[in-house]
T-cell receptor
């Protein structure tokens, strides 16, 4: 079974631009969560999607948005990029049922904002 | 608010046991987790424990939970150089709230 895939793996953008990151979950998984990882703040939850609906949202500004498609693939978008948005963005998928929230993580997209 | 705290570094010799500690704040977390991150890789779930358990053993890994003190620990027996990585504990509210991670360095 293929794991979680994220594209692109690396991205360089300049301040003010916008960016879209993609995540394909494990086949059969209906829940996709996004996390931002930085040296200073560590791992922070961005949002979770389940069956195309945002189920949970972290404490990030409105410049960060996401969506999920009917095939469970998810995208996240960051508009008006700031230097502080440079981070590793991790996507995780899970079955989404109640009980153990066993999330499987992708390798991440490394975003650098210049 | 929710907060998960871990010590930042641990250095051990190959063959010794490693113990990584974590404290959490959300007493309503049903499950608590340990994840491992190797350089350049995403996170890998190592093990988890249900909140009504005190201990869980899985091969070389032992998780201890003190719910009264909101303290979680991960013990790695017979630590190997391949265990060198960053270890994160996490609580679920239901999104995962992670600690800052403990860097485990194993010397031969």
């Amino acid at each position: 079974k293929a794991g979680v895939t994220q594209t692109p793996r690396y991205l360089i953008k300049t301040r003010g631009q916008q960016v879209t990151l993609s995540c394909s979950p494990i086949s059969g998984h209906r829940s996709v969560s996004w996390y931002q990882q930085t040296p200073g703040q560590g791992l922070q939850f961005l949002f979770e999607y389940f069956s195309e609906t945002q189920r949970n949202k972290g404490n990030f500004p409105g410049r960060f948005s996401g969506r999920q498609f009917s095939n469970s693939r998810s995208e996240m978008n960051v508009s008006t990029l700031e230097l502080g948005d440079s981070a590793l963005y991790l996507c995780a998928s899970s079955l989404g049922t109640s009980g153990v929230n066993e999330q499987f993580f992708g390798p991440g997209t490394r975003l650098t904002v210049l | 608010g929710e907060d998960v705290e871990q010590s930042l570094f641990l250095s051990v010799r190959e063959g010794d046991s490693s113990v990584i500690n974590c404290t959490y704040t959300d007493s309503s977390s049903t499950y608590l987790y340990w994840y491992k991150q190797e350089p350049g890789a995403g996170l890998q779930l190592l093990t988890y424990i249900f909140s009504n358990m005190d201990m869980k053993q899985d091969q070389r890994l032992t998780v201890l939970l003190n719910k009264k003190d909101k303290h979680l620990s991960l013990r790695i027996a017979d630590t190997q150089t391949g265990d060198s990585a960053i270890y994160f504990c996490a609580e679920s509210n239901p999104a995962l709230i992670f600690g800052k991670g403990t860097t485990l360095s194993v010397s031969s």
